[in-house]
């Protein structure tokens, strides 16, 4: 086994690959950049080294500074965690040719998912289910309009170097698809040097489930149930949870066959993530693969019973699945919460700024993955996420009921969190039906939304003046709620003094 590990990855997804390493016995060696020096990743590993500037392009991405770092502390791999390099072909080289092994797929498992043109032609090949379209790219507005025609609109231009929802555009008619076609093309060169565009029939309202596998370096592979990513805003997703509200066991069997079939014909190893788009009929189609561990894989491991990132550092070893498709059991419900450094009120903006006070959850079937600490300044420079809240029962109502406890336990001070938007969701009827798809969130939050003309701040102002009148003057508040004084009241003294310092 590995005596040494390089995170190259910060937040809460390091400390989770740092937590693994320790429970195998693994040194593990961080990397920070100026910002991150006292970042909580950097304080739970066994050594840490400055990499460069806050800027990603000039730290967590430079492939030269974190093989030199793994040259000098001696580390024998790499956990790329998910987003910077993780899913970098040209890395998953580099790493090759220094000998030092990459916990994850081969750079051609990679580069194949990479181009979602190549991704589907080796797909269709191997006889996946794909939404109707093409599997190269556009040649002629021509060619686009004959193809539109004979699938149907509405339509989905998409880049073939795009993914997660870049590049991408939706077309209603004919008439709008020669300048929608320029138009992504164009942006394609723009953002990823590569103007292919390729055109698919736009599924209406999909849910988007997603199927988590592993696979070994003996040719061993099983899939480990679905995720549900519906919830999501601008392709950010928000909630996650599995089993999916709408997946039977026989449905969860063809998706997780289909998925082992995905990964087969991309020679795939390690831990990876076949997602899919899911219509009103519960039809399915291949969308693509996630070559990295993903931050929603806590809920997976609540509901198996494995722990992927041990599995990925053993598969990464050599060594073989310890278990075959058979023997997993899926038991129970997860569902988790992205806690985001966004302001609700601001329409989710960033909102970064030091954490001055911080009340974390737990207690029954709470699992919480964070990179915070109280005293601790979340940076402006990279992704909002702070936190993972991830709630488990034996089913899905207690799941809910778990998360909406624990969340009611969470005080972050000094910043803005998207936790309030979380018991906004859970208590949603539609939401506790499992009635949703991938616009449901938008509806949501439009629901909200309260014309400017119909606003009545003065109710609102009077009642927090009140309040702050009770908690700055809690003796006379106390007198008007007829108190006498005596041990009563010593306790809740006690949670005035509380009230008024939080307000300080
Ligand atoms: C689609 C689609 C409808 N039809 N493709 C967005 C993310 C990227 N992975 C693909 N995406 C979509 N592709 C066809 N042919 C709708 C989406 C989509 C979406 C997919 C998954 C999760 C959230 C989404 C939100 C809007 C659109």
Redesign the pocket.
Known sequence: MFKKILIANRGEIAVRVIRACREMDIATVAIYSDVDRAALHVRKADEAYHIGPAEASESYLRVDKILDVAKRSGAEAIHPGYGFLSENAIFAQACADAGVKFIGPTPASMEMMGSKTRARQEMEEAGVPL?P?TSRGLESPEQAERVAGRIGYPV?LKAAAG???KG?RLVHSCDELRSALEATESEAQRSFGDSEVYV????VN?R?IEIQILADEHGNMVWLGERE??V?RR?QKVLEESPSPIVDADMRRRMGEVAVRVAQAAHYTNAGTV?F?VDQQKNFYF??MNTRLQVEHPVTELITGLDLVHLQIRIANGERLPFTQDELNIRGHAIECRIYAEDPDNNYFPSPGKITLLLSPSGPGIRRDSGMYEGWTVPIDYDPLLAKLIGYGTDRQQAIMRLQRALHEYFVAGIKTNISLFQRILQDTDFQAGRFD?GYLDRLLAKDKVPASEHAPGAAIAAIAAGLFAALDPVSASRKNGSTGGTASAASNWKQKGRSEALR
């Not at 698919?200 to 599924?203: D, G, L, N, P, S």
């Open positions: 939404v379209g989905m993914g997660g929802g991408m698919e029939k736009a599924i999909p988007h990513c519906s999501q392709h997602e788009l969308l693509e991938t």
